[in-house]
């Protein structure tokens, strides 16, 4: 009878234990190998008998040496732990290829296995099937959001994943608590070190901040990519809720004249660091004010405060060094600036990045043209595209777009017809979507 053989590389289970031990975590898995001199290693290993009978473990190398005989025959390991596994054909192969079979105990530890492997051979049963093996990276930090029956077990999770992945220094572990002045995740440490000021990259750009004491969520990089992609180079833009920048400064860095603003003093001073460290001082004007003073005074400010034309994209340091050599090498005096463009008074685009509550400030438009001057009122001969992320309970995409009107226009006072679009960012929990609303402002709103 045909006996069928199974190498089982999995770890040692050890449930339920709540601190770390790595030494635990060993496995000698003896399994049949062929003496074969170095000169037929190849030949053997390409041979179509082997085919099917060659050891076959992830980062397990197929051919080793002979702890008897190092400078010898080479061992090659198969599958099976026994001669009677063997098929007839990889028999007959190895009788007259081979110089004998013999046992090698295939030594798996600790660094072996995945991090998903290991935790589920530390978790409870029950527990395995959802097992946090996943985590969002910003910057050098892993953070996760564990469901409270994971909890008794966060240290050694954070533990596993940091042992596992080498780019992690920390992992942390998101709170249910939320700083309620500047919207912020509180968090605990669950193992590493204690450093919270990352280095993160996206969208050819370098961002650097407190994760401890900013917003920031690496799963909007599309959204963030996506609006970007929306705005013309020539554009003036102010974003309401900036953050630490990650529409500002790319945006800034296509060209775009940025007002960038944030209520937290935190991500107000690490927006001004990004904006320095990716050259976009000339761009991007940063703020430290409340959502709706902000949005009452922007477009008077650029008007009386106009950003230069937009002459090109900022040059990297590279470049910019470069056009200087030449231009001192040819007795050049560069000007950046051209003098029949018009300065950028105009407001394109507003971008309110705050879900929770970005709509709640929509009755700040209103009459932000009423008092203005007469000049003033005629470059907005065209209303600025407002871009407004916002959370809804609905799940059907008729029910949410209507959810979303109905609480924009009550805000507004008047119905919004003009380019509107409803885009769907993430769901962020099972009952509970968020969504992007653009739409043109109307006229009536600005000039009430």
Known sequence: MHRHFH?????PLHREITHLNRDLFRKSLPVLAARVPPSKTGSVL????????????????????????PDGDRLVLLRFADQVDLPADTREFLNKEANGLTIYPVELTYNYWTADQILHSILPEELCEGSPS?????????????????????????????????GIKTVVNKLDSIDTTF??????????????????????????FDFTKVYWNSRLHTEHDRLVQKFAAEDVVADVFAGVGPFAVPAGKKGC???ANDLNPESAKYLRKNVDDNRVTDFVRVFCEDGRDFIRAAVSRVFNEPFAPYVGPPLSRTAHDKMRRRARAEGVVTDTTKVDMLP?????????????????????????????????????????????????????????????????????????????ELHLVRSVAPNKEMYCISFRLPGSVAFE
């Open 7 to 11: 190498l089982d590389p999995s770890p």
């Open 46 to 69: 390409k041979a179509q008998p082997m085919k099917n009978a060659l050891l076959d473990l992830p980062r397990i190398r197929t051919v080793a040496s002979d702890p008897s005989k």
């Open 134 to 166: 996943g985590y969002a990276m910003t910057g050098h930090i892993a953070h996760l959001n564990l469901n409270a029956e994971y909890l008794p077990y966060k240290y050694i999770i954070g533990q596993v994943i940091l042992d596992k992945n080498k």
């Open 183 to 208: 919207r912020f995740f509180k968090m605990e440490l669950l193992a590493g070190d204690p450093n919270y000021v990352v280095e993160h990259h996206e969208s050819d750009c370098r961002f650097i």
């Open 257 to 259: 004249a940025v007002l």
């Open 344 to 420: 950028r008074r105009r407001i394109a685009h507003f971008v309110m990045n705050l879900p929770d509550t970005a709509i709640q400030f929509l009755d700040a438009f209103r009459g932000i043209l009423s008092n203005a001057s007469e000049d003033l009122r005629e470059i907005y001969d065209i209303m600025p595209m407002i871009h407004c992320h916002c959370f809804t309970r609905e799940l059907e995409a008729e029910k949410a777009e209507e959810d979303i009107r109905q609480r924009v226009e009550e805000q507004l006072g008047c119905e919004i017809s003009e380019q509107v």
